[in-house]
């Protein structure tokens, strides 16, 4: 099994950045597709950025621009690096594979506060 813990989170301005890590336990991390994904109060969870294997990436349309997702496969880590944050990004936010997100198997995540 694999589990991600994630960390990084924590309360900046609007404007401000932060970079979010979830550090993956298992031998396989390389060969896994990772995401991450948040959701905010009283709303569903959502998908926020993938990248591949391969180091392809994608992003939601509410943080393409402002995101980065990679990877350190030697480290058994993904990142995103959050900036320009708004108020709306306020969230919890996931990693996960995407196979385990469509199943429903979810860590702990990490609280992401955006206020002035």
């Known amino acids: 099994q694999v589990q991600f813990v994630e960390s990084g989170g924590g309360l900046v301005q609007p404007g401000g950045s932060l970079r979010l890590s979830c550090a993956a336990s298992g031998s396989m991390f390389s060969s896994y597709a990772m995401g991450w994904y948040r959701q905010a109060p009283g709303k569903q969870r959502e998908f926020v950025a993938t990248?591949?294997?391969?180091?392809?990436?994608n992003y939601a349309d509410s943080v393409k621009g402002r995101f980065t997702i990679s990877r350190d496969n030697a480290k058994n880590t993904v990142y995103l690096q959050m900036n320009s944050l708004k108020p709306e990004d306020t969230a919890v936010y996931y990693c996960n594979t995407p196979g385990r997100a469509i199943r429903g198997s979810w860590g702990q995540g990490t609280q992401v506060t955006v206020s002035s």
């Open positions: 990248i591949t294997s391969g180091g392809t990436t």
